[in-house]
Structures are given as structure tokens and as C-alpha cells.
């Protein structure tokens, strides 16, 4: 077993350990090799990823309104202010450390369709997290960052990839989630995902049996929520 081998065996194991730090480290590593990721490797990392980024953003959410309440005293503030500056900051960690990966390694070796949109959602998932903790000029520089790359990956996801692939449906889910959470624009999000859940839905008629069937989970994860 050589060993990037090792490190994605071992970031299984974390994984079902929930031990979420210590995979991203074995994916980090795997990530920085001179392979293109497989199917695997790419979802281990994105899910070593998302939870780890997890465990600051609901924290980060919970701090935030505790102080936007302002029923404390004034030391009950300030140490409030602080807790959640210091949640920020180590979210920022982890998401520029994940976008110097899919920048310098993952979308300049992606050579599949798939892949380059995989890769460009997480980017755009990444700038958005990132926005949602900024303010003023900071969170609308975020927020460019983040639509442009996923209007990148939904470009290339439609004029590529079939209305019902569960990558370019989970890009476009998460657009319309930039859209409503981000930009505020309700409109916009709404008639997004509908109209890419309605097309998945009438693509059906054209998909095997075999192949629904391993599609099916993905169709109700991107149904608009």
C-alpha cells in the first residue's frame, strides 16, 4: 500500500470516527500529490471539509446573535465581541487553506467536466462562508469572488453536463443559496433551483433504470429547502 493509499484509508477511518480534523489532514496531503483526485478522493476531501468548516459556522451563527442581542453588561460584551472575532479567524483558516488547495492542485489537474465543477462549487462554497462572516466592502469582495465561481462552474455545468447529474444540480442548489443568503435576492434563488429541480425532474423520462436508481438520493438532497 503505498502511501497516499494510506492517507485515504486513514481518513475513512476518521471519517466514520467523525474524527474531521484528522481527515482533512490525510486529504490535504493527497490533495498536494501530483494525481488528479478520483471520484473518492474528491468526495472524502469535500466531506472532511464541510464538517470541519461546520463546526464554526453554527458556532460563529450562535455568538453572533448573542451579541447582536446586547443584553449583557459592557465586560459581557467585549468578551462576547472577542469569542466570536476569534471563531471567525480560525474559520478564515481552514477556508483560504482549502482555496489555495483547489487553486494551486485540484482545478489546475482537473481534466474531466465533473471535476472542474465539483471543484469550482467548493470554491464558490468557500467565498461564500467567508462572506457570510464579513461586513461592508469586505463581504461584497467575498461575494464577488464566490458568484464568479460559481457562475464559472454553472456555465460549464450547462452547456456540458445532463440536467439530471447530481454535481451540476448540487452546484446550481448552492447558487441559489448564494443568491438568497448572500445577495438577499429571494426572487432570483427560488426560481433557480425550481427551474433546475422542474428540468432534473423532466430528464428523468430519459434516464435508465440502473442509472436512477444511483441518482435517486441525489434528486431529493437538491430539492429546494
Not at 487553506?97 to 471543484?119: C, M, W
Not at 461584497?140 to 451540476?168: C, W
Request: include cysteine; proline fraction near 2%; charged fraction near 25%.
Amino acid at each position: 500500500m503505498t502511501n497516499m493509499n494510506e492517507q485515504v484509508e486513514f481518513a475513512k477511518l476518521a471519517g466514520q470516527a467523525e474524527r474531521y480534523t484528522d481527515m482533512v489532514n490525510a486529504m490535504k496531503t493527497v490533495a498536494g500529490s501530483n494525481s488528479e483526485l478520483t471520484i473518492e478522493e474528491r468526495n472524502l476531501l469535500s466531506i472532511a471539509y464541510k464538517n470541519v468548516i461546520g463546526t464554526y459556522r453554527s458556532p460563529w451563527r450562535t455568538i453572533s446573535s448573542i451579541e447582536q442581542e446586547a443584553n449583557g453588561t459592557e465586560q459581557q460584551q467585549k468578551l462576547t465581541t472577542k469569542y466570536r472575532q476569534k471563531i471567525e479567524n480560525e474559520l478564515k483558516v481552514v477556508c483560504h487553506e482549502l482555496l489555495t488547495l483547489i487553486d494551486k492542485h485540484l482545478i489546475p489537474k482537473a481534466t474531466a467536466t465533473e471535476s472542474q465543477v465539483f471543484y469550482l462549487k467548493m470554491k464558490g462554497d468557500c467565498y461564500r462562508y467567508l462572506a457570510e462572516v464579513a461586513t461592508d466592502s469586505e463581504r461584497q469582495k467575498l461575494a464577488e469572488e464566490s458568484k464568479h465561481a460559481y457562475k464559472n462552474g454553472f456555465e460549464i455545468a450547462i452547456d456540458q453536463m445532463a440536467v439530471t447529474h447530481p454535481t451540476r444540480l448540487g452546484l446550481v442548489l448552492n447558487f441559489s443559496v448564494f443568491h438568497y443568503e448572500i445577495l438577499d435576492e429571494t426572487d432570483v434563488a427560488c426560481r433557480m433551483a425550481k427551474e433546475a429541480f422542474d428540468a432534473a425532474l423532466a430528464g428523468l423520462d430519459y434516464v435508465s433504470e440502473d442509472s436512477y436508481k444511483g441518482k435517486h438520493y441525489s434528486y431529493h438532497a437538491a430539492t429546494p429547502r
